[in-house]
């Protein structure tokens, strides 16, 4: 499995945009770069994930890096309801349910 | 849809009982897991299925049991509680194998063994 390096916390102001890092350098070439969340006291969210081109959905953004080595999650406008752990996680294309969760950043927003 | 559904949201019991916490989905997926998150750590696999009749072990499936007769339910047994195992569980599904799908999770069993 793949490890993952991503900070471990984060700040923000509300409705400025958020850049979440990730650093996945023993991806293999067959992984897909989950991203969830979780909100305080509620089980983990999916909020988006990719392969190997930059990915839009209505909650966020992901770059990948050309190496795949790298992805950043993107929250274009943070609001408050944003504050949580964001996982990275990187998962094989036949792993069916397993997803090995880091420590994930923990994001916060500030009004 | 109800997505996924677990009970009870609470559970205290008493070292060496057994319980099972009830999962159910209905959207049809073929993969189900579980999970358990201690205070302030990340989640933890426990155990999980590929369909109905078909389990496998997660990184953390001592003490745990699980079985897969109805591709809707995935309950998970402890069989002699520990208060080691004092953690929020969450049941998660998917619709296929892999890295192409979502998985969808539940609102998670906090269950405190004393």
């Known amino acids: 499995d793949a490890k993952t390096t991503q900070p471990n916390s984060m700040e923000s102001n509300e409705e400025e945009p958020v850049h979440l890092p990730c650093n996945h350098s023993t991806i293999s070439g067959t992984d897909y770069i989950h991203w969830y969340r979780q909100l305080p006291s509620q089980g983990p969210e999916y909020v988006i994930h990719?392969?190997?081109s930059n990915v839009n959905n209505r909650m966020a953004s992901l770059a990948i890096a050309e190496d795949r080595k790298s992805s950043t999650l993107i929250l274009h406008r943070a609001t408050l309801r944003d504050a949580a752990v964001y996982y990275c996680?990187?998962?094989?294309?036949?792993?069916?349910?397993?997803?090995?969760f880091g420590q994930g950043t923990e994001l916060s927003v500030k009004p | 849809n109800a997505g996924v559904t677990q009970t009870p949201k609470f559970q205290v019991l008493k070292t060496g009982q057994s319980m099972t916490l009830q999962c159910a989905q209905d959207m049809n997926h073929e993969y189900m897991s579980w999970y358990r998150q201690d205070p302030g750590m990340g989640l933890r696999l426990i155990h999980y299925s590929v369909g109905a009749g078909i389990t496998d072990q997660g990184e953390v499936p001592n003490g745990y049991n699980v079985s897969r007769s109805t591709t809707e339910d995935f309950p998970l047994r402890l069989l002699s509680a520990a208060p080691s195992q004092t953690s929020v569980y969450f049941c998660?599904?998917?619709?296929?194998?892999?890295?192409?799908?979502?998985?969808?999770f539940g609102p998670g069993t906090r269950l405190t063994v004393l």
């Open positions: 996680i990187p998962q094989r294309f036949n792993q069916g349910g397993k997803l090995i």
């Open positions: 990719g392969l190997t």
């Open positions: 998660a599904s998917s619709y296929s194998p892999g890295g192409r799908n979502e998985q969808f």
